[in-house]
């Protein structure tokens, strides 16, 4: 190191010597010129190129930048589309490996299970606010929905009428408490199926209103939220239409601490 110091030292030395020689040089050529303002500049111009090189400070033609590319981004964006159609560069390994990885996890959502969250409390004290669920999308091909089951659904057209809203793709969550066939009554804040009160041990409370008795039409089905008295559901809105339900929850795997299946009745 100290030896690489002496040297670097030394041309230092050398190359102001040169500048010096190249100032006096400049100046005696002055001394004779005609004095014109070129001649002063060209002489400037002179001084201040030996000083630069005896810095070791690069010219301005030295230093100018180059493009990497070698010419503008346009250029470069038509090389790269060019060898993309002819399955070249790394323009086309990106997207040879990102759309089938992409393709599959969308058919995944699209056709067996998608990921929901829960924006209110209406079935509190299964789900609460900002818990997040797996909703699978297969059974509904293949069977009719069973009574306890918790649902994502698109809601009817009587649930917009009701809240004064037009349809903006927003899905409701409920649970399936009668199905095609049942007769559904709710009495003395309990829920009672075809004549048999039903055991429900997620609700929150007993529901404080009465339901007279009405039968679920084929094709239909009828739902609550677990929070009785603060669910806007089918004692409100009617049956829900079977092919309105995307699909089944059965899996919350959000907040950790609650992770775990959906109970079902």
């Known amino acids: 190191m100290k030896r690489e110091h002496i040297l670097a030292s030394n041309v230092r030395t050398r190359s102001l010597h040169a500048a010096s020689s190249v100032y006096m040089h400049v100046l005696m050529e002055g001394s004779g010129g005609d004095g014109s303002s070129s001649s002063r500049t060209e002489r400037v111009d002179k001084i201040l190129h030996a000083l630069s090189e005896a810095e070791g400070v690069p010219s301005q033609e030295a230093a100018a930048p180059v493009a990497e590319d070698g010419g503008p981004w346009t250029d470069r964006l038509s090389r790269e589309w060019t060898m993309l159609r002819n ?13 089938p990885t992409f393709a599959f996890f969308l058919a995944i959502r699209i056709a067996i299970v998608e990921p929901r969250y829960i924006p209110s409390l209406s079935m509190y004290p299964t789900f609460e606010i900002n818990d997040q669920l797996a909703v699978e999308k297969v059974s509904k091909w293949t069977r009719p929905p069973n009574r306890g089951e918790v649902v994502v ?18 899905a409701v969550i409920k649970r399936v408490v009668a199905v095609a066939g049942d007769t559904v009554e709710v009495k003395g804040g309990q829920l009672y199926v075809n004549g048999q009160r039903r055991d429900e041990p997620y609700v929150a409370e007993l529901a404080q209103y009465n339901l007279d008795p009405l039968t679920v039409p084929a094709g239909s089905v009828f739902v609550l939220g ?40």
């Open 153 to 170: 659904f698109d809601p009817p057209p009587l649930f917009w009428e009701l809240t004064a809203r037009r349809p903006d793709g927003e």
């Open 87 to 99: 399955g070249e560069g790394e323009a086309y390994e990106f997207v040879r490996e990102f759309l």
């Open 226 to 265: 677990d929070n009785r008295n603060h669910s806007f559901d089918s004692h409100y809105w009617g049956f829900l239409p079977t092919k309105n339900i995307i699909g089944h929850a059965t899996l919350r795997y959000w907040p950790p601490n609650r992770i775990g299946a959906v109970p079902e009745a």
